[in-house]
């Protein structure tokens, strides 16, 4: 237990994670105090069912004790894993009638908030605003007095609902509060890390992106040393977004790409939110092939991926079902529940309607182009958004242009320009070229035709082609080094000397570093720094290494459905409609999920379950190792988190053009 506790104190998360299950085997149990402690272990180490596991486990354990409040608030951590990563509200409405159960109404305990405060996200996350409003003052009144983490949370959530309300003003400055109380340190590192990114989806949600920008960045150097679990993931997704609206697809698309690697092991339904994003990705970078593959591939885990599949149909010249799945998104959206992404409302219609004005003047449907682009406008207006604001000019000029009034629009078109231009959004900016290029067409204004639609061919070229910052290629290298040197490596690139200590992780990345672009199972690294690399290569050749969901598994997933099931119900006997259609996709989600493990016959699929400690083990090894050297070097730390692709299989990834600068 003390190895493991040191473990965990160094980061090694893995190692702790191992740790703790030796003593759990060697004591035939743990007590309150260590599986708590071996929860939050679990959830670093990347095993987020384990996690929930033992909070389970917790609760019945302090239940059977008469300790209330403590079996309350282990109740109430399964609820809040359950909401942050799987997004399964009926479970999660559960899981909080249990804690319920458990607490005093006449106290106030670290419990009362955090119950409070993951009551306001499922409220919110159902719809239900005017709870959640409730819940939120709730969370900041407990919390305030007993847990800061659940008081920022409430603070957060409280921020979204004000913005929905329509008083942008108030709910910026309260996201500023939110976030000053992340930065300050006084809360844990999964509590920080979910405000964190709460307070940037709420901005991006809202378009804006210069706060956006700037909160990531903030998120960015908290989480290269303090993130855990699925934050690493969640910060990448941001930055990708960034980059996208920056115009550096091709750092967003690897940004994203690591993304989904590091989220696999946490998200279920909500993997769709980075996959939707990297079809977006693609799409710019005239990709609609690989763009469709990674929007249907979040329409499979039931994730909305609108308005990105239209467009990818409206591209690809498909314009019906362009316009027919469109309307259908507008008139029908997916009842969803979504962290990531606003409530249904103006802000979570704005991207639709702006693609329904694109694809219905594709079709030559006017009117509905015209209602699409004046509500959007009603909704730049409502959310003082500049960014909608200028999709909303550039749809007005595309309806008046449809409309033949080419003159008002050429006006329309130079004023998004500059807007777009301004808010450092080349795609944007290279998109409202062609249009106004298009006007003067008509208006016959050839040369100032000509200018525009080469200014943004130009740019869109630069977009869909440039490589990542990282891949720029360079000149002749100075005589560079990664070598081992006793007890310690010697790392000099680009004139830049920095002398790490020995470790696994060192190892790890020398075997990446000599090889770009090949990619290595992590069976095989960890098979070169075993004591017995022979057994260990033995069992990363094995065939057959257990089955997809073991046995424990796949009784999570059965209380699960079981937990849907008596939510089924009670919609039913409430006459809750919205409630009992978001319940039974969440069903037919874990049924999918449970078929896809579950063979012919109920026979398992098998799959990697040694690949997966191993994973696990040599991530958090990598990642170690890349923030020794960030204290020294910190660019040189920044390029290989980029270029250092980890999973199940792990590589190198820098620009395939460019020799390795790494004389291994």
């Known amino acids: 237990m003390e190895r493991a506790r040191n473990a965990a104190a160094d980061g090694a998360w893995a190692e702790a994670y191992e740790g703790y299950l030796a003593a759990r085997g060697e004591t035939g149990g743990l007590g309150p105090a260590e599986l708590a402690e071996f929860a939050g272990v679990a959830y670093a180490a990347g095993h987020l069912d384990v996690t929930i596991e033992t909070w389970e486990r917790l609760h019945e354990q302090l239940a059977g ?22 997004a399964l509200m009926a479970p999660v409405r559960g899981w909080l009638r249990r804690a319920e159960r458990f607490l005093d109404p006449a106290a106030q305990t670290p419990a009362h908030a955090w119950f409070a405060a993951v009551r306001t996200y499922e409220r919110f996350l159902s719809g239900d605003l005017d709870a959640a409003r409730d819940w939120a003052e709730r969370a900041i009144g407990a919390g305030s007095h007993t847990d800061p983490a659940a008081a920022a949370l409430g603070r957060v959530a409280q921020a979204r609902l004000v913005i929905l309300d329509g008083d942008v003003e108030r709910g910026l400055e309260l996201l500023d509060d939110a976030g000053t109380a992340a930065m300050s340190g006084d809360l844990d590192a999964l509590s920080t890390g979910v405000v964190y990114c709460e307070l940037v989806c709420a901005l991006q949600g809202l378009a804006q992106y210069d706060l956006a920008e700037q909160w990531t960045e903030a998120m960015e150097r908290w989480a290269r040393t303090n993130a855990i679990g699925s934050l690493h993931g969640r910060c ?7 980059l996208r609206l920056r115009g550096q697809c091709a750092g967003a698309e690897q940004q994203v790409l690591l993304a989904c690697d590091e989220l696999r092991p946490y998200l279920r339904r909500e993997l769709g939110w980075p996959l939707t994003e990297l079809g977006r990705i693609r799409l710019r970078r005239g990709d609609p092939s690989g763009a469709e593959e990674a929007l249907l591939a979040a329409h499979r885990l039931g994730w909305d991926p609108e308005p990105g599949l239209s467009l990818v149909r409206l591209a690809a010249g498909d314009i019906d079902t362009a316009d027919a799945s469109i309307r259908e998104a507008l008139a029908r959206p997916l009842p969803v529940p979504s962290k990531e992404l606003p409530p249904t409302t103006g802000l979570r219609r704005a991207p639709l309607l702006d693609a329904q004005v694109r694809i219905a003047l594709a079709r030559g449907d006017v009117k509905t182009a015209r209602d699409a682009a004046r509500e959007l406008a009603e909704v730049a207006v409502r959310f003082e958004s500049s ?6 000019v550039r749809a007005r000029g595309e309806v008046l242009l449809a409309e033949g009034d080419a003159t008002s629009a050429s006006e329309l078109f130079a004023d998004a320009v500059r807007a777009w231009s301004e808010l450092g959004a080349p795609y944007e900016t290279a998109e409202c070229r062609l249009r106004l290029a298009d006007a003067h067409g008509v208006l016959g204004n050839l040369r100032a035709e000509a200018l525009e639609r080469a200014t943004a061919r130009a740019e869109l070229e630069r977009i869909a082609r440039a490589p990542a910052a990282d891949e720029q290629p360079r000149g002749t290298p100075e005589p560079n080094a990664f070598v081992r040197e006793g007890d310690y490596w010697k790392v000099v690139l680009d004139d830049r000397r920095v002398t790490v200590r020995d470790s696994k992780g060192m190892h790890h990345l020398a075997r990446l570093l000599a090889a770009p672009g090949r990619e290595f199972h992590v069976l095989d690294l960890a098979a070169a720094d075993s004591e017995d690399p022979e057994a260990a290569t033995r069992l990363s050749r094995a065939g057959d290494l257990g089955p997809l969901l073991d046995d424990r598994a796949k009784e999570m997933y059965r209380r699960r459905l079981a937990e849907i099931e008596e939510d089924i119900e009670e919609a039913r006997a409430d006459n809750d409609i919205a409630r009992r259609e978001q319940t039974k996709l969440e069903r037919e989600f874990l049924m999918g999920e449970l078929a896809r493990a579950v063979g012919l016959g109920g026979r398992d699929r098998r799959a990697g379950a040694a690949s997966e400690r191993a994973r696990a083990a040599v991530t958090q090894a990598v990642r170690k190792a890349i923030g020794r050297l960030r204290e020294a070097a910190p660019e040189l730390a920044d390029h290989l988190d980029r270029t250092i692709r980890t999973g199940t299989y792990c590589a190198y990834v820098p ?4 020799p390795s600068p790494w004389p291994l």
Do not use: K, Q
Not at 387 to 392: D, E, G, T
Not at 655 to 658: C, K, N, T, W, Y
């Open 387 to 392: 960014a909608l604001a200028a999709a909303a």
């Open 236 to 242: 990448r997704v941001h930055r990708a977004e960034i």
């Open 655 to 658: 620009d395939p053009r460019v």
């Open 65 to 86: 004790l008469g300790e209330d409040d403590g079996a309350a608030g282990a109740a109430v951590r399964v609820a809040m894993h359950l909401l942050f990563d799987t």
